[in-house]
Nanobody
């Protein structure tokens, strides 16, 4: 059974940092690209970043603005999201997802349960 588990969320003051981790089981992470998404309160889920299978290339959404960094450790089957200079508008449930590139685009086949990040003013 494929399972993705996020951890590392919590409450942090504006300007602070958090590091989220996503641990995969039931699949070999190096065979998948990894996406990070977030869903703020009362809003729809939005795409944050996508990391290549080797971890060498990452595409970031505009809202990251150079503050977030995705890294992976394929030997440990984990992918991390380092979040710096956090703002209250970053408050959301953060999800990791695994997928593949198909002819019609990226398909995120597996999702974690999410971890809550709350940024106070």
């Amino acid at each position: 059974q494929v399972q993705l588990v996020e951890s590392g969320g919590g409450l942090v003051q504006a300007g602070g940092s958090l590091r989220l981790s996503c641990a995969a089981s039931g699949l070999t992470l190096s065979n998948y690209f990894m996406g990070w998404f977030r869903q703020p309160p009362g809003k729809e889920r939005e795409f944050g970043a996508r990391n290549s299978r080797s971890g060498g290339t990452t595409y970031y959404a505009d809202f990251v603005k150079g503050r977030f960094t995705v890294s992976r450790d394929n030997a440990k089957n984990t992918v991390d999201l380092q979040m710096n200079s956090l703002k209250p508008e970053d408050t959301a449930v953060y999800y990791c997802a695994a997928g593949v590139l198909r002819l019609n685009g990226y398909q995120y086949d597996y999702w974690g349960q999410g971890t809550q990040v709350t940024v106070s003013s």
